[in-house]
């Protein structure tokens, strides 16, 4: 581990994350609401075709990220382009209002493709910040990282909350305006000149591999983390049956997002005084989610109270695996690739995730139905990369001892 000398965060990290932090409350808040809107009086759509119309929602977004991209790098400008996403979505949230289908198709129209110009372009944005200082990159994107996380949880408690009390409208508007409220903060910012920019010391095969192995590694990450979740949601419904610690059945789902929060900040601390290697960090990251799976092996399908200590910290673990996987794979796409299109690869970033999402939904019913062979499934994959990634990482040593001597 190396000591970081002579490079700090500045005020635009912080001013970014607050932005990502009040969109990211908005969008799942929002989200928590939207099917729950339209199977309710106001629209009067049946459970089929509101899940049918979430999932179009959800898949579009993915795709609409590339549109967006390529708005922001080959046009517009990414910060230009993060701010007209952040009021078409607000625009989207103020459409469902509008208590009609209409308004509810313009809403999902809108809202998909704000955020699409938003996310890869903020991403993109905020990672050029730091690539004179790339030793920093790592604890920047785990301020972003656990941003996205805190606002996650909050926003569909506050909007959630606000929408089933006060009225739909209530709801709504409170995330159109803190969509609104997101997008002051890059006006606080400045636009980066890429030719201020420190040439890369790296070749352009090397980087080619580099990125491509972050691919490879965010879309497999995404989806064992989906695979593991059908036997994690099982223990979850198992332990909120019976157990004498005083927590919500519903909140049993949240508790991983208890441990992010926290081991986010050491990361973050850590990360920002002391540097190692990216790809050792991802290898930390997989053997931990190894571990982890391998530790709720050991709960058996009918758990007691005694192993709710087994479940919790393994859930440590899969948060630490996720903190050194997930904020990092956005570090090495920004540190390899060439700024001026970083958002259209950070949106193709998105795209393996949802193609394995896609081919684990087929398989969906067999594992739910098996909640043990899908920890067992995520095991085996965790160990395969984490043996891939200690290889690449021995085999990166060699050959730069080999070209150093």
């Known amino acids: 581990m190396e000591r970081i000398l002579h490079q700090k965060h500045t005020k635009y990290t912080f001013t970014y994350a607050c932005s ?22 106001s629209l009067q759509m049946s459970d089929v075709e509101a899940m049918k119309v979430y999932a179009w929602f959800t898949g579009a977004i993915v795709f609409s990220q590339l549109i967006g991209a390529l708005l922001g790098d080959l046009l517009l400008g990414n910060k230009r382009a993060l ?29 998909v493709l704000g955020g699409g110009l938003y996310t890869p372009n903020i991403i993109s944005h905020f990672g050029k910040l730091y690539l004179n200082n790339t030793k920093l990159l790592d604890a920047g994107f785990t301020i972003l990282y656990l941003a996205v996380n805190i ?44 030719n201020q920019i420190l040439e890369k010391d790296t070749g352009m095969g090397e980087r080619v591999v580099k990125i491509l192995i972050a691919f490879v590694l965010v879309g497999l990450f995404w989806a064992i983390y989906e695979v593991s979740s059908i036997g994690i949601f099982d223990l979850q419904i ?9 927590i919500l059945k519903n909140s049993w789902a949240s508790t991983s997002t208890v441990f992010i929060v926290p081991i986010s900040l050491a990361a973050i601390i850590l ?57 990092i794979i956005h570090s090495v796409l920004t540190q390899y690739a060439n700024p001026k299109y970083l ?63």
């Not at 928590?32 to 809107?37: E, M, P, S, T």
């Not at 499934?377 to 021995?394: R, T």
């Not at 730069?400 to 001597?405: E, F, H, I, N």
């Open 151 to 194: 606002g996650g949880f909050i926003g569909p408690f506050f909007i959630g909350y606000l929408g089933h009390e006060f009225g739909w409208t209530i709801g709504f508007s409170i995330a159109g305006i803190l969509m609104l409220f997101s997008i002051i903060f890059p006006f606080m910012s400045r636009e980066m000149v890429l």
């Open 238 to 246: 198992a332990f909120s049956e019976f157990s004498s610690l005083n």
């Open 271 to 327: 990360w920002s005084y002391f540097y190692n290697s990216q790809f050792v960090k991802l290898t930390v990251g997989f053997l931990l989610g190894a571990i982890s799976f391998g530790i709720l092996l050991f709960i058996p399908e009918v758990p007691a109270d005694q192993h709710i200590a087994l479940y919790l910290i393994s859930l440590v673990l899969l948060s630490l695996a996720e903190i050194h996987i997930a904020p």
């Open 83 to 111: 701010i007209i996403g952040g009021v078409l979505q607000a625009i989207g949230a103020f459409s469902f209002c509008i208590p009609s289908v209409t308004g509810l198709y313009l809403g999902l129209f809108l809202v």
């Open 20 to 41: 990502r932090l009040l969109e990211r409350a908005a969008f799942y808040g929002l989200r928590a609401l939207i099917v729950l809107y339209m199977v309710s009086e």
């Open 343 to 405: 958002a259209i690869l950070i949106s193709l970033a998105f795209v393996p995730t949802k193609i394995l999402s896609l081919l684990i939904g087929l398989f969906y019913d067999e594992l739910s139905q098996n909640p043990m062979l899908a920890l067992k499934l995520a095991l085996i994959a965790m160990i395969a990369i984490c043996a891939g990634l200690v290889s690449y990482v021995l085999l990166t040593k060699k050959w730069y001892a080999r070209t150093d001597s």
